[in-house]
């Protein structure tokens, strides 16, 4: 089946550091992923729909400036924590959507634990 | 807007017994319903799904999971369970079968027991 690479899986910067975070879908071409942030037990919040060569949608609340993405290629969507600080401490999750004749399927990748001290 | 609970944060069951996981959501048109499961280090995977037809809707590795639109329910069973299902269960709701619409639950962790 389709395969999503996330890296790194887990990270730990200083605080005032920016982080990057790739996704990459490795057999299959992704106009669209998606970026999720999830809390300790709790469910997984879309964050952004990352669009290949267009800006990325931002969902209510999320700050576009702290959480920068970037889809320059089919295959490839970052996320950038900028400046980042212990709230912004979590799981990140992102997914990429594959459209083809049997319909659209979402394959995920396996996440990146970020703490910042 | 929709919503999804999933009641039961751990759930233990002895090997060869019955899996249980209980997932009921609300929205405000009919629903395209998910399970997915994520094994230890891996991204999550599609298990099964219901968009419409059949309510009772089979998965994979033996899963299955029953529409009840009387309930707003989507509960996940299995006969019996192995010890390679021991995982995290996300229960999951989109209005349209939209990805970007995809609403899921807080996840219920599944141990099974030797």
């Known amino acids: 089946g389709a395969v999503v690479s996330q890296h790194p899986s887990r990270v730990i910067c200083k605080s005032g550091t920016s982080v990057k975070i790739e996704c990459r879908s490795l057999?299959?071409?992704?106009?669209?992923m998606f970026w999720y942030r999830q809390f300790p037990k709790q469910s997984l919040m879309l964050m952004a729909t990352s669009n290949e060569g267009s800006k990325a949608t931002y969902e209510q609340g999320v700050e576009k400036d702290k959480f920068l993405i970037n889809h320059a290629s089919l295959t490839l969507s970052t996320l950038t924590v900028t400046s980042a600080h212990p709230e912004d401490s979590s799981f990140y999750i992102c997914?990429?959507?594959?459209?083809?004749?049997?319909?659209?399927?979402?394959?995920f990748g396996s996440g990146t634990q970020l703490s910042v001290l | 807007a929709q919503s999804v609970t999933q009641l039961g944060s751990h759930v233990s069951v002895s090997e060869g017994a019955l899996v249980l996981l209980r997932c009921n959501y609300s929205s405000s048109v009919p629903p395209y319903l998910f399970w997915y499961v994520q094994y230890p280090n891996q991204g999550l995977q599609l298990l099964l799904k219901y968009t419409t037809g059949a309510t009772l809707v089979k998965g994979i590795n033996g899963f299955e999971a029953e529409f009840k639109k009387s309930e707003t329910s989507f509960h996940l069973t299995k006969p019996s369970a192995h010890m390679s299902d021991a995982a995290e269960y996300f229960c999951a709701v989109s209005p349209s079968g939209s990805a970007r619409q995809l609403t899921f639950g807080s996840g219920t962790q599944l141990t099974v027991l030797p």
């Open positions: 997914s990429a959507r594959d459209l083809s004749a049997a319909g659209e399927k979402l394959f």
């Open positions: 057999d299959f071409q992704a106009t669209t």
